[in-house]
């Protein structure tokens, strides 16, 4: 039976976010139970390209990646792929007719990791549109149902929360991102030798990122609005613990918030969302 298989892709998306990232998965606990399957078949597609440039050294990961690229542009048209997450992810793209422009955008930015390089202002905003600013676009899509018109209203929000998130993902990551990998987003940035007007200058411009964004996620469904809140908590609470290290501590350990913390800020959000006092 096709719906059993359909069920089993949409699990196995869900185990990819419960795997990789503890803290995206519970927000999506906290999305209503309609659409919690889409975002998961969201990230699951997106996590497994970022696997390919970040992960698989000792693979061809241009040729994987061209691999995976033709594989789900096959998937998105045939309605149907043997892997399982392409196949989860077709069906969200082909549900809520998510333009696939979005997913050209995302493609590209992975591409750009696959080699170094150096970034002007300009590649730096075209990487963030396609790493994080279309996949918020993706999941703003699955938020308000398909409605296209409450997607154009949303659209700047969500764009400005996922490049929030992604610089904040640049900041918690530069150990892993520049010792390992040998990648420097911020553009004109001397990493080793990072100074504390840069420093202040990126958590400045996440903030208004934030305060903008903040915006917009108040006027999410109920449906999505508690989820996308619980994420926008747990990351502020990141940018917090970011702006008290220096350049060398985050060069030297990845940020991170404790468990206990993180339940502690998840059941606050809920009480407030509960009270209507977002």
Request: hydrophobic share 40%; proline share 2%.
């Amino acid at each position: 039976m096709r719906a059993l298989f359909d069920t089993y892709s949409y699990k196995a998306s869900k185990h990819v976010t419960k795997s990789y990232s503890t803290s995206f998965y519970a927000g999506v606990r906290f999305l209503d139970s309609k659409i919690r399957n889409d975002i998961h078949g969201i990230y699951g597609f997106v996590r497994f390209a970022d696997e390919i440039v970040d992960t698989f050294h000792e693979q061809d990961k241009e040729l994987l990646l061209n691999e995976f690229v033709d594989d789900t542009y096959r998937a998105i048209e045939r309605g149907i792929s043997l892997n399982p997450i392409l196949n989860s992810f077709q069906m969200v793209v082909n549900k809520y007719q998510i333009d696939h422009a979005l997913i050209d955008q995302f493609l590209h930015s992975m591409r750009m990791d696959l080699n170094p390089v150096d970034y002007t202002q300009a590649s730096y905003e075209e990487y963030i549109l396609g790493s994080a600013e279309v996949v918020g676009l993706m999941c703003l899509k699955v938020f308000v149902y398909g409605d296209e018109a409450e997607y154009q209203r949303l659209k700047p929000y969500a764009m400005k929360l996922g490049s929030a998130f992604q610089k904040i993902n640049f900041l918690r990551d530069m150990k892993d991102d520049f010792q390992g990998l040998g990648r420097i987003y911020f553009p004109g940035v001397d990493m080793e030798g990072l100074s504390l007007e840069d420093k202040k200058r990126i958590e400045e411009e996440i903030q208004v990122e934030f305060d903008e964004a903040y915006v917009g996620i108040k006027q999410l469904p109920k449906s999505s609005r508690l989820g996308v809140y619980v994420s926008y908590v747990y990351y502020t609470k990141l940018l917090r613990k970011i702006k008290r290290k220096t350049a060398h501590e985050l060069l030297e350990s990845r940020i991170s918030v404790p468990n206990k913390t993180k339940v502690f800020l998840f059941a606050k959000s809920y009480v407030r969302n509960s009270m209507n006092l977002l």
